[in-house]
T-cell receptor, first 113, second 114 residues
Framework: NAGVTQTPKFRILKIGQSMTLQCAQD?????MYWYRQDPGMGLKLIYY???????DKGEVPNGYNVSRSTTEDFPLRLELAAPSQTSVYFC????????????FGNGTRLTVT | AQSVTQLGSHVSVSEGALVLLRCNYS??????LFWYVQYPNQGLQLLLK??????LVKGINGFEAEFKKSETSFHLTKPSAHMSDAAEYFC????????????FGGGTRVLVKP
């Protein structure tokens, strides 16, 4: 039972490079989310999706893009990496209802130098 | 807009002592509230949730939380700390009006002393 799978686990980027963080879930969840976690700041929502073909901005979307072509996958794209994007990124998914818990991946630790 | 405030970014308790983590929220509608735990190098796991069925909610690993509407609080407690409780704990509120987004507090890291 895989749950939410994130790849890669770690990545170091140079300023200006681009990359895609992958996220896949096998629970047939409609709702998927990308959060970033910075020390002492909790988790901040970057983008979310309520179903295939539908995405919306969260609290901190600048510098990121997403797509949702299938129910299972929700990749996060960084086009021009900046040091401010150094963070731990978490993907999560849930069923439709608001009281359903989020299922989290194990995170991607990204360093931009 | 919803918000969550966790009082204290770090808490140190002795093994066997009470664990109390404070959470206050603001929400324009009756909230759904959650506590999550994060162990090192892992994602977050659900501890417990409040969805208006009962004000005292019991979760996993002996944790419980009480919803107090008058105080807009949802504090987390455990009567007796165990070494395995060392982790970071996050309180969160669900935005039912916008994609069920969770707004998280800043987190409280718990250190358990032997």
């Amino acid at each position: 039972n895989a749950g939410v799978t994130q790849t890669p686990k770690f990545r170091i980027l140079k300023i200006g490079q681009s990359m895609t963080l992958q996220c896949a879930q096998d629970m047939n969840h409609n709702y998927m989310y990308w959060y970033r976690q910075d020390p002492g700041m909790g988790l901040k929502l970057i983008y979310y999706s309520v179903g295939a073909g539908i995405t919306d901005k969260g609290e901190v979307p600048n510098g990121y893009n997403v797509s949702r072509s299938t129910t299972e996958d929700f990749p996060l794209r960084l086009e021009l990496a900046a040091p401010s994007q150094t963070s731990v990124y978490f993907c999560a998914s849930t069923k439709d209802s608001a009281n359903s818990p989020l299922h989290f991946g194990n995170g991607t630790r990204l360093t931009v130098t | 807009a919803q918000s969550v405030t966790q009082l204290g970014s770090h808490v140190s308790v002795s093994e066997g002592a009470l664990v109390l983590l404070r959470c206050n929220y603001s929400s324009s509608v009756p909230p759904y509230l959650f506590w999550y735990v994060q162990y090192p190098n892992q994602g977050l796991q659900l501890l417990l949730k409040y969805t208006s069925a009962a004000t005292l909610v019991k979760g996993i690993n002996g944790f419980e939380a009480e919803f107090k509407k008058s105080e807009t609080s949802f504090h987390l407690t455990k009567p007796s700390a165990h070494m395995s409780d060392a982790a970071e704990y996050f309180c969160a509120v669900s935005d039912r009006a916008a994609g069920n987004k969770l707004t998280f507090g800043g987190g409280t890291r718990v250190l358990v002393k032997p």
